[in-house]
Structures are given as structure tokens and as C-alpha cells.
């Protein structure tokens, strides 16, 4: 589906606008704050074309995109601003605790990325260019494309005001001012003077301090900003609110910020780089061991955010990092390193471009679709990156690995580990780091034995807890069945012939008052109400997956139809009552073996619609699926549909 009718989908399948808070993106992932999580449908979510992965963080919801996600999120911003709904925020639930602190990080940096990635990435080709002698350092143009790249780094407050103002719910405007007073010459230029006698305020001291660059003192002065501002609009009346409450506001705020926050969270940066430089002076290799074992873990919990403060903090007063942006290098590189394996080592054509496309990504430092498409998928593969990662990050604390500036982390920020005086050797140490880690997941990768086809069968397995917005439980209901590995033989039959399962009356999908088969999103079909409580197998071919609580079954033909027969309508609440199976996953049927029994009073006494949906799982692999008759009975083991290629 393209971009908006994908954004349509995820807004319908989160709870719809009213249940979203707060939308917004990082460079894969779609990021939400919604109300009520228990409305989100995630697997469903999950099954989308175009979605890589799903799942709740921190309580943040995370749509994982890829390298469209910008374009989505568009579409997404697009129709909730067309809606017009105002989406009052004082319902929503709140974080509590670590969760909290991670949110509100990640709500405030993710919205500065692209200022600081791109200014980082030109202050990196810059570095390349004057290594090369291609552009002098007093040149007119070296002094204007170095302003680029130093600009969002040493106005680094505006940034960090405008989006903590929006994190925090106050005047984006009143905010940036607040920045303004941290960066006016008069402290400015006392600093630059050495002039550091601090002012006096009411006879309290201001002291004088460098906020170029800065991180923590504008998001506090922000985050007291919204409280002041909170309380101080309560009591001003209202045709006079636009003249006095920002003025009370600045003048309550600014002078605390000066005298308290500001130094405070100055010292509580220099701590951070201290204690940054400590961890690595003393611990060695073992804590990039650490590190890089465990990136891709931290990284998919969002846990990564923690450390921005402290590399930005280390940027701008050391000129360098030493921990997540090496780090990170050398992680993303190991899931490149997986990835290329198995694209050299799989036979699956699907799995193969998968990986050949995603290995792309990942050397580009985009590692998603890596990590969701191929490496968690087979297991293995990632075990092998996370032993990849942890080598080449021991490498790099080894040797003390420096990251000159902000970029995402993938061979295009290579420049930014050029020395700022055009040194080379942190430049190989970058490469032979690479080499390590990039190698040894490599190697592992092809060492290792996985099985493709529990992939495929997960892959299944998602596509069957899709099923019915009624159907929560489903989930449990299969991710929990044991998927034994299975051999499809070469069995003669007609290619692309699904024949009835059941005896009973045909009902076209469209008439389900199950939305999910009605508008076909697990796959095209058609359904049947059950005459008598049998099911048999529509084909030759092997039994993927029963379902744990009975009611629901999958196949694969020898000619790679896969199947779906799910008896009932919400049938999983009953928990295996009323079921009686006579396969087990892995095993070989014939066309018109018994596969099922089921009481048919029994479950239709419960409230349960014995409809009968049979559904075409793996539909996008045909041209077309055609029910032979869609009206009438028609008996157990008569042709019912006809796949077309």
C-alpha cells in the first residue's frame, strides 16, 4: 500500500485519533503516546505491508517503518491535522519512573535530529576535504560551510527549547526566549573576556557561564518554564493575559534559571563527562564488550536515548565521543555483517532480497529492517551480531575510539573520525574496528545452523493472530504453539486446487461481521457454516500450526498453498472446550484425512457463530484467489477454490 493509505491503516489500528496523544519519528520508527494501550491492535499492526515490526517501549508505541518512516509520518501529521479533532491531553496516562525519563528524552531529541545529523555529517566531509587538500582552512568557503556545521551544535539551546517546549506543553516562543537569555553577549561575552566576577541580582549571584552547546540547563529551565507558566495563567485575567503572562513568566523563571538551574545542570554535564571518561580510563575494553553485546538489545527498548545527553554533553566540551556513536559504528556494521551471511547462505528467494537490501541499510547505519527483517526472524544471525558487536567494541574502547561528531552511524560518517587536525590513526582504528566486528558476525553467521522454516512459520503465525478484532487472546493462543520443523514432499496433485474442508453452507467474506476476514486482511477465501462437526484436509500437504486453543489450523501444499481453517467466530475464547484435534504440527495429511472434531451444540450453546472463514494466507504470492461457488452447500471434499499464478 503506499504512504497514506498505510498512515490510515496505523491510525485505525492504534485506536484512532482520539486515542492518540502524541505522534512523532526517529529515523525508523514511528513513535506514539496513546490513552488506552488495550486498543492498540499490535498485531495487526505488525501484518501491515510496510511495517517492519511493532511494539510498546517505555510506554511509547513504535511502529518500525524504515527509511520511508519520514514519508509516513507526513501522511500520519496530514490527516490529524485535517480532522480538526481537538485531542485534549490531560486524559492521557503518564509514565511513571525510568519510563518517564526515557519518554521525555526521546520526546525531546528525536524532533532535533535532522539539524544535528546534517550539520554533523558536513563537519565530518569538511575534515575529509581539508586531509585531502581539496579546500584550505582560512578559504571563504571553508568559513561558510564550517558555520553550517557548527551552528546546531553551538545554538544547541534553541533546539532543545523549541522541542522540550513541545514536550512540556508551553509557548514554543516564551521557550526560545528562555534560550536566548542563557546565550545573550552580556554573559556571552563577559565568559569569552574571562571576566568571570559573577552579577549580582538582588544580591544573589549569576554566575557567568559558557551555555554555547549546552544541554541539560534549557531543558530544566524549560521544564520549570511550563509550571510557572501553568500557574501564573491561572490567576491573570483573561483580555489581559497576552500583555502580562509571559512577561511574569519570563521574570519569575529567567532569574532562577540564572542563579540555580543553569549552574546545576552545568555541573550535572561536566559530571557526566567525567564520569564518561572515568568509565573508560578504568574499565577498559570490557565495558565496549558490554556495550556492543548488548546495543542492538538497548537500542530496540529505546534505552539508547539515555546516552544523549552525555554524547552531546562530551561533544561540546571534550570535541568528541567515546561511547555511543563509536558504539553504535560498530554494532550496526555487525548486523550489516549478519545479514550478508545470510543473504550468501539462504535459499529463500523472499529472505535472500530481504537480506541483500536490508545489509544495504545496515552499512548505511539504518539497522531495522535488518534486525527485524532477517536477524530476530532466524535467531542465529542475531546471536552472531551480538557476538560481533561485543568484539568489535572491545576493540574500540581498547584503543580509545573517537567520534568527532553527530551522524548516524554507518560508513558515511566515517569523515567524522578524521582527527580535527587531520590525524589519521582514530580514522584506522575506525576501519579495523569495522573489520572486527563486521567479520566476526560474519563468520558466526556462517557457521551456525538456523531454520528457515520456523521463520516462515512465525511469519504464519503473525499472520493467524491477525484474525479478529474480538479474538484478543489469539495471540497467546499461537505465539505459545510449538512450530516443530516440517519437510513438504513432493506429492502429486493439481497445482493451485483448495478443496472443502467442510460440509455446509458457502458465505462470502464479505458478509463476515468479522471486519478482519470481511475486508480480507489476513488473505482472500471464502467461509462455510458447518453441517456437521468435521475437518478434513483440503489438500496433500503438512499441518504448520494448531492453534493451542484448538479451533484453528494451518497447512502448506505440496505446491505451497498456505491455509488457514479457523472454526468459529471469537472460537479462541472457549480455551480448547468443545475441540478435539487429531494432528500435530509437522505432520504429513492426504487430502480428506480428519484433521478436527468439534461439538457443534456445544459451541453454538456457548454464543460462539460457528462460521467457518478458510483463507488463503500467503494471497500476495498468487494473482488472484477464486472461489469455484460462492452460494449453496457444498460437500466435504468438493474443489472450493482455485489459486491463479
Known amino acids: 500500500m503506499n504512504h497514506r493509505e498505510l498512515s490510515k491503516e496505523i491510525i485505525q489500528l492504534t485506536g484512532g485519533q482520539e486515542n492518540i496523544t502524541q505522534a512523532w519519528h526517529c529515523i525508523t520508527r514511528l513513535r506514539f503516546n496513546v490513552r488506552e494501550q488495550n486498543k492498540v491492535q499490535l498485531e495487526q499492526i505488525k501484518a501491515l505491508d510496510g511495517v517492519l515490526g511493532a511494539q510498546f517501549q517505555n510506554d511509547q508505541f513504535q511502529v518500525v517503518i524504515g527509511n520511508q518512516v519520514a514519508a509516513v509520518y507526513e501522511q500520519i501529521e496530514d490527516q490529524m491535522k485535517q480532522s480538526g479533532i481537538a485531542k485534549p491531553e490531560t486524559d492521557a496516562p503518564r509514565s511513571k519512573g525510568i519510563n518517564a525519563v526515557l519518554d521525555t528524552i526521546s520526546g525531546i531529541f528525536t524532533p532535533i535530529l535532522p539539524a544535528i545529523v546534517g550539520t554533523g555529517m558536513l563537519k565530518g566531509i569538511l575534515a575529509l576535504l581539508v586531509t585531502l587538500g581539496a579546500i584550505q582552512e582560512n578559504s571563504g568557503?571553508?568559513?561558510?560551510?564550517?558555520?553550517?556545521?557548527?551552528?546546531?551544535?553551538?545554538?544547541?539551546?534553541?533546539?532543545?527549547?523549541?522541542?522540550?517546549?513541545?514536550?512540556?506543553?508551553?509557548?514554543?516562543?516564551?521557550?526560545?526566549?528562555?534560550?536566548?537569555?542563557?546565550?545573550?553577549?552580556?554573559?556571552?561575552?563577559?565568559?569569552?573576556?574571562?571576566?568571570?566576577?559573577?552579577?549580582?541580582?538582588?544580591?544573589?549571584?549569576?554566575?557567568?557561564?559558557?551555555?554555547?552547546?549546552?544541554?541539560?540547563?534549557?531543558?530544566?529551565?524549560?521544564?520549570?518554564?511550563?509550571?510557572?507558566?501553568?500557574?501564573?495563567?491561572?490567576f491573570i485575567p483573561g483580555p489581559v493575559k497576552v500583555i502580562f503572562t509571559s512577561m511574569i513568566v519570563l521574570v519569575i523563571t529567567v532569574p532562577i534559571l540564572l542563579i540555580a538551574i543553569g549552574p546545576l545542570g552545568n555541573y550535572m554535564g561536566i559530571y557526566l563527562e567525567m564520569g564518561t571518561s572515568w568509565l573508560f580510563a578504568h574499565s577498559g575494553p570490557l565495558t565496549g564488550i558490554i556495550l556492543g553485546?548488548?546495543?542492538?538489545?538497548?537500542?530496540?527498548?529505546?534505552?539508547?536515548?539515555?546516552?544523549?545527553?552525555?554524547?552531546?554533553?562530551?561533544?561540546?566540551?571534550?570535541?568528541?565521543?567515546?561511547?555511543?556513536?563509536?558504539?553504535?559504528?560498530?554494532?550496526?556494521?555487525?548486523?550489516?555483517?549478519?545479514?550478508?551471511?545470510?543473504?550468501?547462505?539462504?535459499?529463500?528467494?523472499?529472505?535472500?532480497?530481504?537480506?541483500?537490501?536490508?545489509?544495504?541499510?545496515?552499512?548505511?547505519?539504518?539497522?531495522?529492517?535488518?534486525?527485524?527483517?532477517?536477524?530476530?526472524?532466524?535467531?542465529?544471525?542475531?546471536?552472531?551480531?551480538?557476538?560481533?558487536?561485543?568484539?568489535?567494541?572491545?576493540?574500540?574502547?581498547?584503543?580509545?575510539?573517537?567520534?568527532?561528531?553527530?551522524?548516524?552511524?554507518?560508513?558515511?560518517?566515517?569523515?567524522?573520525?578524521?582527527?580535527?587536525?587531520?590525524g589519521m590513526s582514530n580514522f584506522w582504528y575506525a576501519l579495523i574496528g569495522i573489520g572486527i566486528s563486521f567479520t566476526v558476525s560474519f563468520v558466526v553467521t556462517l557457521l551456525l545452523k538456523w531454520d528457515e522454516t520456523n521463520a516462515r512459520n512465525s511469519d504464519m503465525s503473525d499472520s493467524a493472530q491477525t484474525l479478529t478484532e474480538q479474538e484478543q487472546d489469539t495471540t497467546t493462543a499461537f505465539s505459545q504453539e510449538t512450530v516443530t520443523p516440517v519437510?513438504?514432499?513432493?506429492?502429486?496433485?493439481?497445482?493451485?486446487?483448495?478443496?472443502?474442508?467442510?460440509?455446509?453452507?458457502?458465505?462470502?467474506?464479505?458478509?463476515?461481521?468479522?471486519?478482519?476476514?470481511?475486508?480480507?486482511?489476513?488473505?482472500?477465501?471464502?467461509?462455510?457454516?458447518?453441517?456437521?462437526?468435521?475437518?478434513?484436509?483440503?489438500?496433500?500437504?503438512?499441518v504448520t500450526l494448531v492453534a493451542k486453543s484448538k479451533h484453528a489450523i494451518m497447512l502448506t501444499s505440496s505446491s505451497g498453498i498456505d491455509i488457514l481453517i479457523h472454526v468459529g467466530l471469537n472460537s479462541v475464547s472457549l480455551k480448547g472446550k468443545y475441540f478435539d484435534v487429531k494432528v500435530v504440527t509437522g505432520q504429513e495429511v492426504k487430502k480428506g484425512d480428519l484433521l478436527l472434531e468439534f461439538d457443534m451444540d456445544g459451541i453454538q450453546g456457548a454464543g460462539i457463530d460457528l462460521v467457518t472463514p478458510v483463507i488463503v494466507t500467503n494471497t500476495p504470492d498468487y494473482l488472484d484467489v477464486v472461489p469455484v461457488q460462492v452460494k449453496g452447500v457444498i460437500p466435504m471434499n468438493e474443489l472450493l477454490l482455485l489459486t491463479v499464478r
Open 141 to 234: 568557503e571553508y568559513q561558510v560551510l564550517s558555520s553550517i556545521a557548527n551552528a546546531a551544535f553551538y545554538f544547541l539551546p534553541f533546539l532543545l527549547a523549541l522541542s522540550s517546549a513541545r514536550k512540556f506543553k508551553v509557548n514554543e516562543y516564551i521557550a526560545l526566549t528562555l534560550a536566548g537569555t542563557l546565550l545573550y553577549p552580556t554573559m556571552l561575552n563577559a565568559y569569552l573576556a574571562n571576566q568571570l566576577e559573577p552579577i549580582r541580582f538582588l544580591s544573589l549571584r549569576v554566575s557567568i557561564v559558557n551555555y554555547t552547546q549546552s544541554v541539560i540547563p534549557i531543558i530544566l529551565g524549560v521544564w520549570l518554564l511550563s509550571y510557572v507558566h501553568r500557574w501564573v495563567d491561572r
Open 293 to 422: 553485546g548488548f546495543m542492538p538489545l538497548i537500542v530496540m527498548t529505546g534505552m539508547h536515548y539515555a546516552f544523549f545527553p552525555g554524547t552531546l554533553q562530551n561533544l561540546s566540551k571534550l570535541g568528541y565521543d567515546v561511547l555511543l556513536l563509536p558504539i553504535n559504528l560498530i554494532t550496526n556494521m555487525s548486523q550489516a555483517g549478519a545479514v550478508t551471511a545470510v543473504f550468501l547462505k539462504t535459499k529463500d528467494k523472499k529472505m535472500k532480497s530481504i537480506a541483500l537490501s536490508s545489509g544495504i541499510s545496515a552499512l548505511l547505519g539504518i539497522t531495522e529492517p535488518a534486525l527485524y527483517g532477517v536477524t530476530l526472524k532466524l535467531k542465529k544471525p542475531f546471536y552472531a551480531s551480538l557476538i560481533g558487536g561485543a568484539a568489535g567494541g572491545g576493540f574500540i574502547t581498547a584503543v580509545g575510539l573517537k567520534c568527532f561528531g553527530f551522524a548516524v552511524p554507518g560508513l558515511l560518517s566515517l569523515p567524522l573520525y578524521i582527527g580535527p587536525n587531520g
Open 487 to 542: 519437510t513438504v514432499h513432493s506429492i502429486e496433485e493439481k497445482k493451485g486446487e483448495v478443496f472443502s474442508p467442510l460440509t455446509g453452507e458457502l458465505v462470502p467474506l464479505a458478509e463476515l461481521p468479522d471486519q478482519t476476514f470481511a475486508q480480507e486482511m489476513t488473505g482472500k477465501g471464502i467461509a462455510i457454516r458447518p453441517q456437521d462437526g468435521r475437518v478434513t484436509a483440503p489438500f496433500d500437504g503438512t
